[in-house]
């Protein structure tokens, strides 16, 4: 009965090893997945960066 009682209030204190949301996915998948889609955005608006960059490079090299 100790034990059991010891596991429990242990369970309290530190969480569960794999909590859940109340979407019943996993807390650590969406993190990574919310890591994995910021990094995506980021990379997309660098590339968006360098295109209009180059574009403006050209408009530019075509007045002068």
């Not at 995506?40 to 295109?51: H, P």
């Amino acid at each position: 009965m100790d034990l059991a009682v010891t596991r429990a209030v242990s369970q309290l204190y530190h969480g569960s090893r794999y909590p859940m949301s109340a979407s019943e996915t996993r807390v650590l998948e969406a993190s990574v997945r919310r890591r994995i889609r910021n990094g995506v955005l980021g990379l997309g608006c660098l590339a968006l960066a360098f295109y209009l960059g180059f574009i403006a490079l050209l408009v530019l090299r075509s007045h002068h």
